[in-house]
């Protein structure tokens, strides 16, 4: 209901509906214990984040990387050089930038 009427975004939402899912469990069904559910939950939330996390890192510091040796100002030297026609120029970015995305992710790409 908050996302449809702008009062918060998915982000958000996702942590309104753990706020009320904790608080219905713990008070309503009182059903929810502290040591026996919580921790175990939180540490597999931990692990799940932390892995994406680290990804994302990796990717974020190979695209600076790419940045500091100055690959993308290589790479189209290297291009412009190759051909003078406009079509032929268009199918080498769409090619250098499908082959770079199966690597970095598209903001690094």
Request: aromatic fraction near 12%.
């Amino acid at each position: 209901m908050g996302i449809r009427f702008s009062l918060f975004t998915p982000s958000e939402g996702g942590a309104v509906a753990v706020l009320y899912c904790f608080i219905i469990g713990t008070f309503v069904y009182k059903r929810l214990k502290l040591k026996e559910h919580l921790i175990p939950i939180l540490l597999d939330s931990i692990a799940g984040t932390s892995s994406v996390v680290l990804i994302m890192v990796a990717a974020n510091t190979f695209g600076n990387y790419m940045s500091w040796i100055n690959l993308p100002k290589i790479v189209a030297s290297g291009m412009l050089s190759l051909t003078q026609n406009k079509y032929v120029f268009l199918l080498l970015c769409n090619l250098i930038l499908l082959i770079m995305g199966m690597f970095l992710e598209g903001g690094a790409a």
